[in-house]
C-alpha cells in the first residue's frame, strides 16, 4: 500500500456515523430502551381486567421503574389474565403482600404496573403470586361509581325480547350491541321517544341462549373508550327468577353525557351537590 | 441519436425507457462480480455520493425535526397532549419523512451529479474510450457508482432521522418546555424496531436508494452525447426519481404496515 487516497478516511468516517446514527435510533429511540438489561426475576399477577396494558409495558414503585411486563396470557377456562413481571434483581425486596394496580399515566398515556408495598416482613420469591392485584379502571365504571347509577325501570314483554327506558340514551342506535361482561349477547332493537313519559324506550333484542340473566339485573348505556360508539350494558342481578320475553329493565342507567358530567365535577365541591352524591350513593346499593 | 422532443407517443416513450433500465439493471447486476475489483473506486464513489451529502442532510434532518416539533406542540396543546410531540416526531421521521426526504436530497444532490458525470464521459467519448482499452464501462463506471449509491442511502437516511430526533427535542424540549423524560419515556413507550426503525428506515432507503441509482447512472449512460443531452437527462433524473420515491413509498408502506 503506497498511500491511502485521502478520501479514504472521509469515507471511513462517513460509514461509522451512519451506523452509529442507525446504532442510536433502534436502541434509544425505540422500545428496545425500555428493555432491563442485567438479571431479573419473575412474578405473577393476576388480574380481572388488564386494559390496554401491554408486554414491556414499565413496573414502577413510588414511579419509579423497577422492571417491566414480560408476558401477558389468558389461560382457557379462566376468567383473569396472568401478568408475568421481570423485576431487576436489586429491587429484590417487594413484601409478598404488596398490591399490584394496572395505571394509566395521565389521560391518554400509557398504562403500567403499581407495585404498592405491603407490611409483610417476608419477601417474594422468584416465581413468586402477587395475591393483591387491582384490574385497570375503565371509563365508565369510574365516573358510574363517582356519580353513580342512577334507575329508571319498566318491564315489557316479548319472546326474549326485553325493553328497557333511559332518561337519555346519547347517541345509541338501533342495531348497537348488547353486552354482557363485555360479550355481545344481543342488539339494539327498536328506539323510540315515548310521548307521555317522555323518555326513551328502547328495545332488546337477546339471544336465546342467553335466558340465565336475573330479572334485576341492569342496563346502562356506555361508550367503548372516550370517543367510541354506545353500546348497552346488562349488569346481572342476584335475583332467582330469570328474564322473560316481554319484560322490562327496572334499573336502568342512561348514557354519560360529557357536559353534564363536568358540570356535576364543577359543582360537586358546593352545598347543593352533598345531596345529589348521596342520592348517587344510595341508588348504587 | 437525438433528443427525443415528440409528445405524441409519451406512453410508448416512457414504457421504452422503463424496459430499457431494467435490462441496465440486469447488465449491471451482471457486471458486479467484474467490479469488485474495482471496490476502491466503489469507495471513491461513496465518499463522493454519501459524505459529501452529509452536510445538507443533517442540516434539512435538523429543520425538519424542529418545524415538526413546533407544528405538533401547536396543534396538540388543543388536546393537552403535548408530551406526545416526541412520540409523533419520532414516528413521522421514521416511517415516511426520514427515508423520503433524504432520498428526495439524495436524488437533487447526488444523483443529478452521477448523471451529469456519466452523461459527459458518454459526450467526451471516455466511454468509448474505455471500451477500445478492453475496459468494461459497465463494470468500471456504472456499477461503482450504483453499489454506492446503494450503501450510503441507508446510512444517510439514519443521520437524518438521527438530526430530526434532535431538532424536535431541541425544539420540544429546550425551547417549548416539555418535560424532557416525558418526551423520551413517551417515545420509547411507543415506538418499534422492527416496525418503525427497521422496517421504515431501514427497508425503505435500501428501496430509494436503489432506485435513485438505478435511474442516475441510467440516464447517465444512455444519455445522447450532446450538451443538450446532458442537460435533459439530469432533469430527467429528478424528475423520475422524485415520481418513483414518492409512488413507490405508497406501495411499500402498503407492504411493509
Not at chain 1, 436489586?90 to 394496572?102: E, F, K, L, M
Not at chain 1, 371509563?139 to 328497557?164: C, H, I, P, Q, T
Not at chain 1, 340465565?212 to 332467582?240: E, K
Not at chain 2, 427515508?99 to 448523471?115: D, W
Request: overall charge neutral; aromatic content about 8%.
Amino acid at each position: 500500500m503506497s498511500q491511502r487516497p485521502s478520501y479514504a478516511v472521509g469515507t471511513g468516517l462517513f460509514i461509522v456515523l451512519g451506523f452509529a446514527a442507525l446504532g442510536y435510533l433502534a436502541t434509544q429511540t425505540t422500545s428496545v430502551a425500555n428493555t432491563s438489561r442485567g438479571p431479573s426475576y419473575t412474578v405473577e399477577a393476576h388480574f380481572a381486567n388488564i386494559g390496554q396494558l401491554k408486554e414491556r409495558a414499565p413496573v414502577k414503585v413510588a414511579g419509579v421503574r423497577v422492571g417491566q411486563v414480560r408476558s401477558i396470557t389468558l389461560e382457557p377456562g379462566k376468567e383473569t389474565a396472568d401478568v408475568k413481571l421481570a423485576i431487576d434483581q436489586r429491587y429484590g425486596q417487594i413484601p409478598d403482600d404488596s398490591v399490584a394496580t394496572i395505571f394509566t399515566s395521565g389521560l391518554l398515556g400509557d398504562q403500567y404496573v403499581g407495585i404498592q408495598y405491603g407490611s409483610s416482613k417476608k419477601v417474594l420469591a422468584d416465581g413468586g403470586t402477587l395475591a393483591l392485584t387491582r384490574p385497570a379502571q375503565q371509563l365508565e365504571e369510574m365516573l358510574g361509581k363517582f356519580f353513580g347509577a342512577g334507575g329508571a325501570a319498566d318491564n315489557l314483554a316479548g319472546s326474549y325480547r326485553v325493553k328497557a327506558r333511559f332518561s337519555n340514551i346519547g347517541a345509541l342506535s338501533v342495531g348497537a350491541p348488547v353486552k354482557m361482561a363485555g360479550v355481545a349477547i344481543g342488539s339494539v332493537q327498536t328506539v323510540k321517544a315515548d310521548p307521555v313519559k317522555l323518555d326513551a324506550e328502547v328495545t332488546l333484542a337477546i339471544d336465546k341462549k342467553y335466558s340465565q340473566i336475573p330479572d334485576d339485573s341492569a342496563a346502562a348505556v356506555f361508550t367503548s373508550g372516550l370517543i367510541g360508539t354506545q353500546y348497552v350494558a346488562i349488569q346481572p342481578g342476584g335475583s332467582p327468577d330469570m328474564l322473560k320475553d316481554g319484560d322490562e329493565l327496572v334499573l336502568t342507567q342512561s348514557a354519560m353525557q360529557i357536559e353534564d358530567l363536568i358540570g356535576k365535577f364543577l359543582v360537586s365541591g358546593s352545598s347543593s351537590s352533598s345531596g345529589d352524591k348521596k342520592d348517587a350513593d344510595g341508588g348504587k346499593h | 441519436m437525438s433528443v427525443p422532443m415528440s409528445r405524441d407517443n409519451i406512453v410508448l416513450r416512457s414504457l421504452a425507457q422503463i424496459g430499457e433500465c431494467g435490462l441496465f439493471l440486469l447488465r449491471m447486476l451482471a457486471a458486479v462480480p467484474r467490479s469488485l475489483r474495482h471496490y476502491r473506486e466503489t469507495l471513491r464513489q461513496i465518499w463522493f455520493v454519501g459524505a459529501m451529502s452529509l452536510i445538507i442532510i443533517m442540516v434539512c434532518g435538523l429543520f425538519v425535526g424542529m418545524v415538526l416539533g413546533l407544528q405538533l406542540y401547536d396543534v396538540l396543546s388543543i388536546f393537552g397532549g403535548t408530551s406526545a410531540t416526541g412520540t409523533v416526531v419520532a414516528i413521522a421521521i421514521y416511517r415516511e419523512l426520514g427515508p423520503v426526504v433524504t432520498a428526495l436530497l439524495f436524488a437533487g444532490r447526488a444523483g443529478t451529479s452521477v448523471t451529469a458525470e456519466i452523461g459527459l464521459m458518454r459526450a467526451t467519448d471516455q466511454i468509448a474510450a474505455m471500451e477500445m482499452m478492453a475496459v468494461d464501462p459497465v463494470a468500471y463506471v456504472a456499477v461503482p457508482r450504483f453499489i454506492a449509491g446503494v450503501i450510503a442511502m441507508p446510512l444517510l437516511s439514519c443521520v437524518f432521522c438521527a438530526l430530526g430526533i434532535f431538532g424536535g427535542h431541541l425544539v420540544g424540549v429546550t425551547w417549548l418546555g416539555i418535560d424532557n423524560g416525558t418526551f423520551w419515556s413517551n417515545m420509547t413507550a411507543t415506538v418499534e424496531v422492527v416496525k418503525d426503525v427497521i422496517n421504515g428506515v431501514l427497508w425503505k432507503s435500501v428501496v430509494f436508494g436503489t432506485v435513485v441509482s438505478l435511474i442516475a447512472v441510467f440516464q447517465g449512460y444512455t444519455t445522447p452525447p450532446t450538451s443538450e443531452g446532458v442537460a435533459y437527462a439530469t432533469t430527467r433524473t429528478v424528475v423520475a426519481s422524485s415520481i418513483a420515491i414518492l409512488a413507490l413509498d405508497f406501495v411499500l408502506t402498503a407492504f411493509l404496515m
